[in-house]
């Protein structure tokens, strides 16, 4: 039963993903229709938006969560747990999603455009 709930939770998270780009898609294609339907001139409605992928944020964010991973282990050999039980499992996911969060944060700052 254990198995059961933890292929649940990787599928749920999996399809909350891909509905998650289906409607962004789905939202795109009717704005666009909107937008040729009252004959609007498209390149100055897309000229101000930057179509461009945020990699060095996806990275930060890669990078922080790695380094959160990483840092259980020796922090496991200070405090001086042996096994991996329920405690090491949830340590280790909040100390991924502190430091991905941490270099999400960052990446946003480091790739904002500067104001004058």
């Not at 998650?20 to 229709?33: D, I, N, T």
């Not at 992928?53 to 405090?79: A, D, Q, S």
């Not at 001086?80 to 990446?107: H, K, R």
Request: hydrophobic share 55%; proline share 3%; glycine share 12%.
């Amino acid at each position: 039963m254990d198995d059961f709930a933890f292929y649940l939770v990787w599928l749920g998270f999996f399809a909350s993903i891909l509905l998650g780009w289906y409607f962004y898609l789905q939202a795109r294609h009717k704005e666009r229709m909107a937008l040729i339907e009252k004959n609007a001139d498209l390149s100055e409605v897309f000229k101000a938006r930057e179509n461009r992928f945020p990699w060095l944020k996806l990275g930060m964010t890669i990078t922080g969560v790695g380094f959160g991973f990483c840092m259980v282990f020796p922090l496991r050999e200070i405090i001086g747990i042996q096994n991996f039980g329920a405690e090491m499992e949830m340590a280790i996911f909040g100390f991924m999603m502190f430091f991905g969060g941490l270099g999400a944060v960052i990446g946003h700052f480091i790739d904002k455009p500067k104001e004058r």
